[in-house]
T-cell receptor, first 116, second 109 residues
Framework: GAGVSQSPSNKVTEKGKDVELRCDPI?????LYWYRQSLGQGLEFLIY????????KSGLPSDRFSAERTGGSVSTLTIQRTQQEDSAVYLC??????????????FGPGTRLTVL | EDKVVQSPLSLVVHEGDTVTLNCSYE??????LLWYKQEKKAPTFLFML????IEKKSGRLSSILDKKELSSILNITATQTGDSAIYLC?????????FGAGTRLTVKP
């Protein structure tokens, strides 16, 4: 069956522009995560959606970052006024069940964002 | 198509046992392989492997990359209940970062 998909796969933008990254989770998965992987660093948690509950935004690095999940399915991560330090691979993952429940997360292929 | 396969998918052991987790990959323009431990919110970074045959070690955990076999293993010796987690393998290429499905390790007292 279809896995988690993300678009675009690559995005090059100029400093100061806004970008939107999209994630299509596996159908039926109630949990959705956004992470980013910067060069030479570990995976950084950004935001977590679970069903209709209020999202856990504790990982968002600044108020330039926001995310939405419409209809409990597709999610969009928006970065406003991009900075060069925002350059990273942005990963989306989805799974069944609640956080900490031990179920496997299925990762998308990521969006490689480059801010010039 | 690039892919990362981990085995086993699930493993149950008792405290004190030694475990070996496997990760094999098929990617173009390989750059590095990463291991993570995930318990709750975000995976915790364990190792990054770029060169073949060089073991990386951290306490009871160690890992090595075999570029000829396109694989890596993660060893955990003298397992403890706190090692219970999902262990993720990811491969970074020029184009993207691809994760395996993970191995769910359960360590029983």
């Amino acid at each position: 069956g279809a896995g988690v998909s993300q678009s675009p796969s690559n995005k090059v933008t100029e400093k100061g522009k806004d970008v939107e990254l999209r994630c299509d989770p596996i159908s039926g998965h109630t949990a959705l995560y956004w992470y980013r992987q910067s060069l030479g660093q570990g995976l950084e948690f950004l935001i977590y959606f679970q069903g209709n509950s209020a999202p856990d935004k504790s990982g968002l690095p600044s108020d330039r970052f926001s995310a939405e999940r419409t209809g409990g399915s597709v999610s969009t991560l928006t970065i406003q006024r991009t900075q060069q330090e925002d350059s990273a691979v942005y990963l989306c993952a989805s799974k069944w069940g609640l956080a900490g429940g031990g179920d496997t997360q299925y990762f998308g292929p990521g969006t490689r964002l480059t801010v010039l | 198509e690039d892919k990362v396969v981990q085995s086993p998918l699930s493993l149950v052991v008792h405290e004190g046992d030694t475990v070996t987790l496997n990760c094999s990959y098929e990617v173009t323009n390989f750059r590095s392989l990463l291991w993570y431990k995930q318990e709750k919110k975000a995976p915790t970074f364990l190792f990054m492997l770029t060169s073949s045959g060089i073991e990386k070690k951290s306490g009871r955990l160690s890992s090595i990359l075999d570029k000829k076999e396109l694989s890596s293993i993660l060893n955990i010796t003298a397992t403890q209940t706190g090692d219970s987690a999902i262990y993720l393998c990811a491969v970074l290429s020029n184009n993207d970062m691809r994760f395996g499905a993970g191995t769910r390790l359960t360590v029983k007292p």
